[in-house]
């Protein structure tokens, strides 16, 4: 829908109308061909202004219509004729002008931003490309260096940012629609030759086939498999060779190729994704919009290792006070140094002041006394942590939320240990814990809404993806990584390098391969977790049952490399070999292949040739078919869940969507009949047993993703 009314009275002004972001539906579309001509028929009408109701300009097109058969009229002939008209238009853009709504700016003659707008072309984060003529007017108007960047990363600038580019003619920090006015009014009955962009030529930089060459070269690098950046730098390169019109063809041709592609739907299928993890509800009865958090002004992280240093950063560089303790002097030290240059890096990143004395540092526990949240990130010992726990409990003051960082360990145990339970819950961050953009919050059977309501506010404070989770080994992520481990592990067993394993990983987009990514996180880490729960006992890893836990196939090789202290990066040696401790650069190791080769000869494996698929195959439908068990189990309360915390999490590509939303593309009677298949030649592998919900869902006809919650529709169960 678009409103029309008469300002000053000589100008038209047409506001979009479709909340929340004024998408342009086929109704908007309607209205603005209507106003439009509307505004071109009234003689006493001499120029037009274009704004967005509810301070947003608009968030582009429709993303909801793509699924669908598209009806109303097209958005390309609507910006042409918009451009072509006789009276000027100006474009009165706030809050947002993005993607479609960008596009239609650049179709009006001038374009007027409030100091806080924020324009872009992010298409291609949804797998697509600005379709409607942004890939053929922007270089026109801002050059084809500046047009590649922005097309190409999707990134959103500030209106000052915009007017240094050229984008808009003029900022301002008063009511954009009257500046707008006031200006549709100044430029009245005034040639817009050079204001109509498609007829201006697109200038060409000397070395513009290098420029292109380098474009490519870094958008195939930055996102391995990603169709849209590819199409993007194409299209930008037809404005640069192209007359307008042919350049329209071939961004159209483009257009139409990425639309048609899975990795669009993915990447759909993927913000949506995003949006919902947003709508949480727990068994216990909290939700996203009924549960109340409380405010969190103090905080306090104990234990300054790897994570709590880098949680300490984000709580810090949110606004919060936070008190950091860890025992450990020589930690202390080094930790103080360690957030103080964080933070320093981050401040001048973001060009603000650093948040060093939001800090406050002690090796005593009691100093958490008077803070409202705390976050435990010691060792990965349960008894440990729970002796903590009861230190909490009894120090906090009352009402205090008590979290944890924990890996994987039951949240219920540790919240037995305190007087509150109802205040405890999980935060499990990533590495590195201020960059990183997850956070599953973990509930447990005592969890109040308040204390995850709270957990999540926090989450979103500090600018992460928060997903509510249940609590059981490994919550989400971690649980599903264990099966993909495995396959990897058995994969060496068989005959694989942990050179094949990742080559064939990576190239179906993960950013690292199983090898490197546990090299990069330190092989020690699971093998603590290993040992805390009985699987490394040493008598164990020789003899016939080295290779069986609890009647199943195990590979102790992952155990066999940390006796060797081969922990991975920090070592200088792992499943590869770095030229020294913390080294980053991962190259085969002689030594490896040989271990691999006396491995084998010592349990009488004989090396198969794996093809990739094999590889392809066995890892990737053992993680999801532990990913169905989940939903089983009512640990993620939906695909989009699991998928969300993979993406973000995990380094699983977000052009194809997450691994549950993979299954469904592959289709789920295929997954079902590779994991039989599988299973029936490891039979002594449980986690390659299909699991009953997966042949529930091929059983109902293999809905759509959105649909399965009706087939999974088992409440929330726990441990
Ligand atoms: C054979 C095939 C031939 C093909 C022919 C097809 C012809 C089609 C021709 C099309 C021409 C191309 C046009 C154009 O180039 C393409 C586009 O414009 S694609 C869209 C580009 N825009 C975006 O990517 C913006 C996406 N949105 C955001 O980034 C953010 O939402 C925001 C706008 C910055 C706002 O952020 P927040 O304030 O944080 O709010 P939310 O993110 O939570 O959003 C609130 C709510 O709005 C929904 N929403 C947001 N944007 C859109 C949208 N563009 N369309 C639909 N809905 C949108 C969002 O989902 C939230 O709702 P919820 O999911 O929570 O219900
Ligand atoms: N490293 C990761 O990638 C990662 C990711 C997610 C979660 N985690 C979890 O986070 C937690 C911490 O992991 P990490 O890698 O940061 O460990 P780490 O070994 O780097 O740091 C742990 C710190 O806790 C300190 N500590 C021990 N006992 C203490 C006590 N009583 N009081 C105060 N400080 C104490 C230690 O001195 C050490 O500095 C673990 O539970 C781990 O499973 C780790």
């Known amino acids: ?28 579309r309607q209205g603005i061909v209507d106003m439009m001509d509307r505004a071109l028929s009234e003689p006493e009408v001499k120029s037009v202004v274009i704004c967005g109701q509810n301070g947003k300009f608009c968030g582009g097109a429709d993303i909801k219509e793509f699924g669908t058969n598209m009806s109303g009229p097209a958005l390309i002939p609507l910006i042409d004729r918009i451009e072509s008209a006789a009276k000027p238009v100006v474009a009165a853009i706030e809050g947002i002008a993005l993607g479609g709504g960008l596009e239609l700016a ?6 007027i931003a409030h100091s806080k707008a924020k324009l872009g072309l992010p298409e291609v984060s949804l797998g697509l490309l600005p379709g409607a003529g942004g890939t053929q007017r922007l270089p026109r108007l801002i050059s084809i260096p500046a047009a590649l960047e922005l097309i190409t990363t999707g990134r959103h600038v500030t209106a000052a940012e915009a007017l240094q580019l050229g984008i808009v003619d003029k900022v301002t920090d008063r009511n954009t629609l009257d500046e707008a006015v006031k200006f549709a009014l100044s430029v009245a009955g005034k040639s817009l030759d050079l204001h109509r962009i498609s007829t201006n030529p697109c200038p060409h930089p000397p070395d513009v086939d290098a420029v292109f060459e380098t474009a490519m070269q870094r958008v195939r690098q930055r996102a391995r498999g990603a169709l849209a950046p590819v199409a993007c730098v194409q299209a930008v390169r037809a404005a640069a060779t192209l007359p307008y019109a042919h350049g ?9 190729g990425l639309f048609t592609s899975g990795q669009a739907r993915a990447l759909q299928y993927y913000f949506f994704a995003q949006r919902a993890v947003g709508r949480w509800s727990t068994p216990g009865g909290a939700r996203w919009d009924t549960s109340k958090p409380r405010p969190v002004r103090r905080a306090a992280v104990i234990g300054l290792g790897t994570m709590g240093r880098g949680i300490t950063v984000a709580l810090a560089q949110a606004g919060l006070s936070v008190v950091a303790v860890e025992t450990n002097e020589k930690q202390l030290t080094e930790a103080k140094q360690g957030v103080s240059d964080m933070l320093e890096r981050g401040a001048r990143r973001r060009g603000v002041p650093p948040a060093l004395d939001k800090v406050i540092y002690s090796h005593k526990i009691q100093a958490v006394a008077d803070v409202d949240l705390v976050i435990e990130a010691v060792f990965e010992d349960m008894e440990l942590k729970k002796a903590i726990f009861q230190q909490l409990s ?20 540790l919240a037995a240990q305190t007087q509150n339970p109802e205040l405890v819950v999980g935060m499990h961050f990533f590495a590195p814990a201020h960059v990183m953009k997850l956070l599953e919050v973990v509930y447990g059977q005592k ?19 928060s997903v509510a989770v ?3 080994r490994g919550f989400v992520g971690n649980r599903i990584l264990k099966p993909y481990l495995e396959q990897a592990f058995f994969l060496l067993e068989e005959g694989a390098t942990p050179e094949l394993v990742d080559k064939v990983l990576e190239e179906f987009g993960f950013a690292m391969g199983v090898f490197r990514m546990s090299d990069l996180s330190g092989l020690d880490v699971g093998w603590r977790v290993r040992k805390a729960i009985g699987l490394v006992a040493p008598e164990a890893l020789t003899g016939p049952y080295a290779r069986v836990r609890e009647g199943h196939r195990y590979s102790p090789l992952g155990d066999l490399l940390c006796e060797q202290v081969r922990f991975g990066q920090k070592t200088g040696r792992g499943w590869y070999q770095y030229d020294k401790p913390g080294g980053r650069v991962a190259k085969p190791d002689p030594w490896l292949h040989r271990f691999l080769e006396e491995y084998r000869a010592q349990h009488g494996l004989v090396a198969r040739r794996i093809d990739h698929q094999e590889v392809l195959d066995r890892c990737l439908y053992a993680l999801i078919n532990e990913g169905f068990r989940i939903l089983e189990d009512g640990i993620a309360a939906g695909p989009e869940d699991i998928d969300v915390i993979y993406v973000l999490g995990y380094g ?14 592959v289709g789920l009677n295929k997954v079902l009949e590779r994991l039989e298949h599988y299973h029936q030649v490891h039979p002594d592998v449980p986690n390659l047993q299909p699991c009953s919900l997966l042949r529930k869902l091929v059983a109902s006809g293999s809905p759509p993703i959105n649909k399965w919650r009706e087939v ?4 929330h169960s726990q441990l």
């Open 248 to 256: 329209m063809e071939r961004e159209r041709e483009l257009f139409k």
């Open 106 to 111: 650049l179709g009006c003659h001038y374009r």
């Open 470 to 472: 249940g609590n059981c």
């Open 394 to 413: 009894a120090l906090c003051k009352p009402g205090t939320f008590l979290c944890t960082n924990t890996s994987g360990l039951d949240i219920d145990e």
């Open 447 to 465: 969890s109040s809404p308040q204390a995850v309501a709270t957990a999540m506010q926090i989450g979103s404070k500090i600018g992460k993806v």
């Open 712 to 715: 999974i529709k088992k409440p």
């Open 652 to 665: 699983w590509p977000q052009h194809r969507g997450g691994p549950m939303f993979y299954a469904g593309m």
């Open 1 to 28: 829908m678009a409103l029309y009314t008469r300002v000053s009275g000589s100008v038209g002004v047409i506001t979009l109308q479709n909340p929340p972001v004024n998408a342009l539906s086929a109704a908007v």
